[in-house]
């Protein structure tokens, strides 16, 4: 054994002059720790050997930590999920683990986890099998079970040491949301036993816990009456309705499986140990999880956009135009650390703007100075005297040529070398605005979707003069924001609203031909869509719509839409368009319809965007299937669970074959 933990490769490990083991997990070639194949067995090998040194008396004690300097564990290795192909696979999978985590939750000595950064799904599933849990009260410490967006649910033992650490209720919460906790939450919840205040002070902090003998003091009795029936079924079928209100169990089933599973088995936590594997199982093998990995893969891709190791980083941003959007941009680089200049040529729009903004800098910080410092970041501006300051210019005004060419040529020579200069145009070609710019290969498209603080994911526009280097530090910054960068050509649309269009106006096409709106919608969302064609029309602004239709050659002359436009019914905004609204939402009759006919109307629905998708990449818009897909997920919603459309597209057969098929 003394041979085996000398030839680790992800785990460094040691026992000092105080009978302390310590076990330092430093996976090899890797930037951040996921629990693989090797780094389980190593692990095992390490367990094994402090199980023979607290035989022999030689160990009092058993650190782990990490060995990185950002981050914990992030979970398990989600490469290796990509084998599997069958429930018994998954199941032999989980026993070595789960029979190693036992082991060390039934060592005789203390077995501390000091924590610093992320540490989420398997990493938090193997810290609640130690006895005492310490971690540092940084921004960056967060726990949490993502497993749930990945399809899945936690596999190795999680569902129930989560539940006999805090409770079922933020056991239950924790693990449906799969939601990033603060350590300070965490500790008030009971995930973590101990705060120290920095990475220097985890060391002496365990080893004061292993000395001390110190134990995690678990739920409580009280806490634990939520396990006994008939309690623990009523809080199941009330979990279980209001998961229900968020997502459909057809599209996303785990959640639906976790409650089933807390509900049957959350009386005898032993037993709910062996029904947890049995119902992970199929869960991981399901075309669901297999789509929902695709997405992850597919975020990854997006981070891939920006370069790597660019010494150019945006600290100043001045924006140009202050309506919802410009608004909305701001937020989100002060929200990034960033200081933002504001500048618009209304004094009362300014006030407006930076007031709208409170709200989310009360939901990104957490103390009154984080809140005051980030307010004093962002500064208005109407006279325009950031601009020569600014790292990065983005003119976010009316969507007219002529005032945008005016702008640009009268800001070009007001920027300071190396700055970026961009415009927000969702319609507009780049070639057009730049031509009166003396330095047209300057100008980038960096096109943000609403709303901006939700939507992850910006379009950085290469025009057909644009310098490389100009879209390298375009989608530098969006990464800087927390934003996803797609690198696009400019082409009308660029690739979101290109392939989104023909989808909706083919859904208008059938409200003309008397289909019902309300089965519209539902259609689509029973496809898996999160809000219908007709209702998302209404959200964006019919006169926005007709915009859009005009300059992507979609006619909408004579249409119920442009007669909506010219009675001044728009939509939302002004409470009737398609539906009429209250109180910010849609009056709709209810009406049922039956499960084929959604099925088959959806599909028909869908397979515009399907079309227009496939053209954009045969047009090379963006450079693969895959970033078509990733911009369509993270750009529009587009059902997660499917994978994308020409994912969907390869995947299924079309709705025009289905029904030829059929005909046949």
């Known amino acids: 054994m003394t041979e085996v933990t000398a030839q680790l490769k992800d785990w460094r490990f040691s026992i000092d002059g105080e009978g302390i083991a310590w076990a330092i997990f430093d996976r090899e070639g890797e930037s951040a720790n ?3 194949r090797r780094p389980i067995e190593e692990l095992n090998a390490i367990i094994e050997r402090v ?4 035989h022999a008396n030689n160990v009092r004690g058993l650190v782990i930590m990490s060995g990185k300097e950002r981050g914990f564990i992030v979970g398990a290795d989600i490469r290796e999920f990509e084998s599997f192909e069958t429930e018994q696979q998954v199941i032999d999978s989980l026993k070595p683990v ?6 060390i939750e039934k060592l005789p000595v203390p077995v501390v986890a000091a924590i610093h950064g992320v540490c989420v799904g398997g990493g938090l599933e193997l810290i609640l099998a130690c006895h005492y ?8 410490t967060r726990i949490g079970f993502p497993e749930v967006k990945l399809g899945i649910f936690p596999g190795f033992n999680g569902t129930v040491r989560s539940i006999r650490q805090v409770g079922p209720m933020a056991a239950m919460q924790a693990m449906l949301t799969g939601g990033m906790i603060r350590a300070s939450a965490a500790k008030g919840l009971g995930f973590i036993d101990q705060l120290v205040a920095s990475p220097g002070e985890l060391h002496w902090a365990a080893r004061k816990a292993v000395l001390q003998k110190r134990r995690s003091a678990g739920a409580g009795a009280v806490k634990m009456l939520l396990t006994k029936w008939p309690v623990r079924g009523l809080l199941a079928a009330k979990i279980r309705q209001e998961t229900a209100k968020k997502v459909r169990e057809d599209h996303y089933p785990a959640p639906f499986r976790l409650i089933d599973l807390f509900e049957e088995h959350g009386g005898d936590l032993n037993a709910m140990k062996t ?3 049995k119902a992970f199982a199929p869960l991981m093998v399901s075309d669901t999880s297999r789509n ?5 893969h597919l975020t990854e891709l997006l981070k891939n956009q920006a370069p790597k190791g660019m010494k150019w980083r945006p600290g100043r941003v001045h924006v140009i135009g202050a309506g919802t959007m410009g608004a909305d941009i701001a937020g989100v680089c002060v929200a990034s650390g960033m200081e933002v200049t504001l500048q618009d040529i209304s004094p009362d729009q300014l006030e407006k703007a930076i007031k709208s903004q409170t709200k989310l800098f009360a939901r990104k910080f957490k103390t009154k100075a984080t809140k005051d410092a980030a307010k004093a970041r962002l500064i208005a501006d109407p006279e325009g005297k950031g601009i020569g300051r600014a790292d990065v210019i983005i003119e976010a005004i009316v969507e007219r040529l002529d005032i945008k060419q005016k702008l640009f040529s009268d800001i070009e020579n007001k920027v300071k070398p190396g700055a970026v200069l961009a415009t927000n145009t969702s319609s507009l ?3 057009d605005i730049s031509a009166p710019m ?4 300057r100008l980038i498209g960096l096109h943000f979707f609403s709303p901006v603080p939700q939507m992850p994911l910006v379009e950085v526009v290469r025009g057909t003069t644009t310098r490389d280097e100009e879209v390298r530090k375009g989608a530098a910054f969006v990464t800087a924001i927390g934003k996803f960068p797609l690198i696009t050509k400019d082409v009308p649309g660029f690739l979101v609203n290109k392939v989104l269009t023909p989808y909706m106006f083919a859904a208008m096409q059938k409200l003309e031909q008397g289909e019902d709106k309300e089965k519209i919608d539902e259609a689509v969302r029973a496809f898996g869509m999160p809000m219908g064609p007709i209702e998302l029309a209404d959200n964006v602004g019919l006169d926005v719509c007709a915009h859009v239709s005009k300059i992507l050659g979609q006619s909408s002359e004579g249409s119920r839409l442009e007669r909506l436009v010219a009675s001044g019914r728009l939509g939302k905004k002004t409470g009737e368009g398609f539906y009429v609204w209250k109180d910010g939402k849609p009056v709709k009759s209810g009406a049922q319809f039956s499960k084929a006919s959604l099925e088959q109307l959806g599909r028909e629905l869908i397979e515009p965007m399907i079309a227009e998708a496939q053209s954009a990449l045969d047009e090379g818009v963006v450079e693969s299937a895959d970033l078509v897909d990733a911009g369509m997920i993270f750009g529009t919603g587009f059902a997660p669970f499917r994978g994308g459309p020409l994912h969907y597209k390869k995947t299924h057969p079309s709705a025009a074959a289905e029904q030829r098929n059929a005909a046949e």
Do not use: H, M, Q
């Open 34 to 36: 996921a629990l693989g």
């Open 429 to 431: 070609k780049l070639e």
């Open 275 to 277: 029904a947890e594997t």
């Open 133 to 140: 849990r310490i971690a540092t009260r940084d921004e960056s």
């Open 98 to 103: 789960n029979a190693l985590l036992e082991r």
């Open 51 to 54: 199980e023979a040194e607290v």
């Open 438 to 441: 003396r330095d047209p290969g």
């Open 292 to 296: 929902l990995r695709r997405v992850f």
